[in-house]
């Protein structure tokens, strides 16, 4: 299990697209780390059968574990819907 710190060492410099499934899903995590986020959108995940338009669309493939780091330290996100 990972802790804080790998999460701390690596958020800077890890590969968006090694920890995604799409290359969308990279560019959202990029926003959330980069504090980039409309600050009056909600992310919204969606699952493998949702239309993905302005969604997170969580495949196999996507690490869980930098969405949520991600979601936690973003200063400008205002809600989480799954």
Do not use: H, P
């Not at 560019?27 to 959108?41: I, S």
Request: proline share 0%.
């Amino acid at each position: 299990m990972r802790d804080q710190k790998y999460y701390d060492l690596l958020a800077d410099i890890i590969d968006l697209n090694c920890i995604t499934s799409s290359m969308k899903n990279a560019e959202t995590l990029g926003r959330l780390r980069d504090n980039a986020w409309d600050e009056e959108k909600a992310l919204n995940v969606a699952d493998y059968d949702s239309d993905c338009g302005e969604y997170f669309c969580a495949e196999e493939g996507d690490d869980w574990g930098w969405l949520g780091y991600f979601v936690g330290r973003n200063k400008q996100i205002r809600g989480l819907n799954l």
